[in-house]
């Protein structure tokens, strides 16, 4: 395995397949002596000796002991990953290649040369961008296809082109810790897996197992300075995917259940194109001055069919012709039609300045429609998101996405998630978070959740210790990108504010097992954190597998590694592409079955979705690689 990558989620990725996986990595990654890397183009090609004798000095330190990485891993410097890179740590004859730069461009120009030099090498892309990525998954398939000579598909090609998205993996676990009632969300592939947290149930009882229960949580939960699932937790911690005997005997821990499984349809046309609702248009006075106008109107009709003896919808006629000053004069009429007449003529002429300001009102309300929000007065409840960049746009996503307020802390007026807070009508404070009363501004006095998601950790934790002087009681979830680090703040957090809910989240944390399993061939749907453990969400063929292969779906499932939950019945090759979420209307529910009962014996044509730990799934996938190296 070859993992090319400049930021955590490289050396995360490379040591989940080392450690879950049992993998030889080799890790390429830029020089340590170099902070910021030089843009791709118009770089010297004069480097290439340069790079070489960095990746020979980086393997003789490799293999000369000491304090050096594991046997099973290699780091390789190299600024830029060239056919000449590629070559030397040996791609053509890899397994998998992934590219998890923080730029898409170096990522998609890497895959080129690879796909080029080994057309059966199993790419795993980072991309940003979801229709581009589609696009480009699409195209390095076919180009594989082409190559082995198997024609358009893929079928029968164990070569695959999966691009992925750190922040569409995490932004739902971000999104869903903020919540209440919405613990756990996994959206792909038009499919929605809610989780939720059971409280602990009291002495005697049994926690309500929800569809199905997938996980306890740690008895130390209730500890302020517990360990929140951590690896040395032992026994006290979290236990993913028990059995029913678990369940039963598990008094005092809470549960972590399935409480949905559906295809939720489009939630954000309401605010596309910025139009505002036809109520927004006008101002509460000007709405009160139109409505007595044709509150007038009415009465000088009634009173004019009286006067007159007129068919009602002829005395109405005759009233907006005098209102608009185009009917005759009344000469020879009665005093009373001639008294109805002077009054239509007045209130005509209030009309006409009602009428000027609502079209001026409706224009400026329109021009304004994109420009930014300001957060209402009263707003309560509401979620206070820090940062728009590429993880905080795809939170904001996910949370309008939920129907949840959101108003918006950005200091950059050109950040990327600026454009889709304007589209999704989203109040957004302008403004550094660390200045005093920025948060203020978003009202963090009356907001149930703080989502600090910048890109920078000390912005962040000052952001949350500033929100907890405000509100010791504020939910607080903070991005952080080292995990250690995360876990030092996680725990003094919450040994602060016992009361308070608080949670440290690594985004190379959450997104590295879905990276790892596409890398070993198998699509992950999505990825679950259960306190510090993840449960990952995937679709496995059944057919090689003998720990799922002609079982029923009871003996197929192995406590604490698999559970099968649903069975797939769609034609293979339909998989959307990560860019075609909720927002495709019309969009099937996948072909899934949920409802599978413990009886249903598993074929080898079968295609299931299964809830598996990462060793779980390593396992599944270790003994189905070495049944094939073994023919």
Not at 64 to 86: I, K, M
Not at 251 to 270: A, D, F, I, K, N
Not at 337 to 356: A, C, D, M
Not at 571 to 588: D, F, L, T, V, Y
């Amino acid at each position: 395995m070859i993992v090319c990558g400049d930021d955590g989620l490289a050396h995360r990725l490379a040591a989940e397949l080392r450690g879950v996986y049992g993998e030889q990595v080799t890790l390429v990654v830029p020089p340590s002596v170099r902070r910021v890397r030089q843009p791709v183009v118009g770089r010297a090609r004069a480097a290439s000796a340069a790079l070489l004798d960095r990746f020979s000095a980086a393997v003789n330190r490799t293999g000369a002991g000491g304090a050096e990485p594991a046997s099973n891993e290699q780091v390789v410097e190299a600024a830029e990953v060239t056919e000449a890179v590629l070559t030397e740590v040996g791609a053509d004859r890899a397994a998998a290649l992934a590219l998890v730069y923080d730029d898409d461009e170096t990522n998609i120009r890497a895959a080129l040369t690879a796909r080029r030099l080994n057309p059966r090498l199993r790419l795993v892309l980072r991309l940003y961008n979801r229709r581009l990525g589609q696009h480009i998954e699409e195209l390095l398939d076919q180009t594989a296809a082409v190559a082995s000579g198997t024609g358009p598909g893929t079928a029968g090609l164990d070569a695959s082109t999966t691009v992925l998205s750190d922040a569409d993996t995490a932004a739902p676990a971000l999104a869903a810790t903020a919540l209440v009632g919405t613990s756990k969300v996994v959206q792909t592939e038009g499919l929605v897996l809610r989780a939720v947290e059971r409280q602990p149930p009291r002495p005697g009882e049994v926690a309500d197992p929800g569809l199905c229960t997938l996980a306890l949580l740690s008895a130390t939960s209730n500890d302020p300075a517990g360990a929140d699932g951590s690896e040395g937790s032992g026994e006290q911690g979290p236990q993913l995917l028990p059995d029913e005997a678990a369940v039963a005997s598990a008094t005092g821990r809470g549960t972590v259940v399935l409480e949905q499984v559906s295809y939720s349809g489009p939630s954000l046309s309401s605010g596309r194109g910025g139009v505002p609702p036809f109520a927004s248009l006008f101002s509460r006075r000007l709405r009160w001055s139109l409505a007595g106008l044709v509150g007038c109107v009415l009465a000088l009709a009634v009173a004019l069919m009286f006067v007159t003896g007129e068919h009602p919808l002829y005395a109405t006629y005759v009233t907006l012709l005098d209102l608009f000053g185009i009917n005759d004069p009344a000469f020879h009429e009665s005093t009373g039609r001639q008294v109805l007449q002077l009054l239509s003529g007045l209130v005509g002429l209030l009309l006409l300045p009602v009428l000027l300001a609502a079209v001026l009102e409706a224009l400026g309300t329109f021009r304004s429609a994109s420009a930014l929000r300001k957060p209402p007065r009263g707003l309560g409840g509401h979620v206070v998101l820090l940062g728009l960049g590429k993880i905080g746009t795809r939170v904001l996503t996910r949370l309008r996405e939920l129907h949840i307020p959101v108003v918006c802390v950005e200091s950059d007026p050109e950040a990327r998630g600026m454009a889709t807070a304007r589209r999704l009508r989203v109040p957004v404070v302008l403004g550094d978070v660390t200045q005093e009363g920025v948060l203020e501004a978003a009202k963090i006095h009356r907001a149930h959740a703080l989502l600090a998601l910048t890109s920078a950790d000390t912005t962040n934790l000052e952001a949350a210790l500033y929100a907890r002087s405000v509100r010791p009681d504020l939910r607080v979830v903070l991005r952080l990108y080292d995990d250690d680090f995360a876990t030092a703040v996680y725990r003094t957090l919450r040994a602060a504010h016992p009361f308070a809910l608080t949670r440290s989240r690594s985004v190379s944390h959450l997104a590295a097992p879905a990276f790892a399993g596409a890398m070993m061939g198998r699509q992950i749907l999505g990825a679950i954190p259960v306190e510090r453990r993840v449960l990952l969400f995937a679709e496995v063929e059944v057919g090689g597998h003998p720990q799922l292969e002609g079982r029923t779906v009871g003996q197929a499932f192995r406590a604490g590694a698999w559970r099968v939950l649903a069975l797939n019945t769609a034609p293979p090759g339909g998989r959307r592409g990560e860019g075609e979420g909720p927002e495709e209307e019309g969009a099937p529910a996948s072909g899934l079955v949920w409802d599978l009962p413990p009886t249903y014996v598993l074929g080898a044509g079968d295609r299931v979705v299964l809830a598996a730990t990462r060793r779980g799934l390593a396992e599944l996938l270790g003994r189905r690689r070495r049944e094939r190296a073994g023919a």
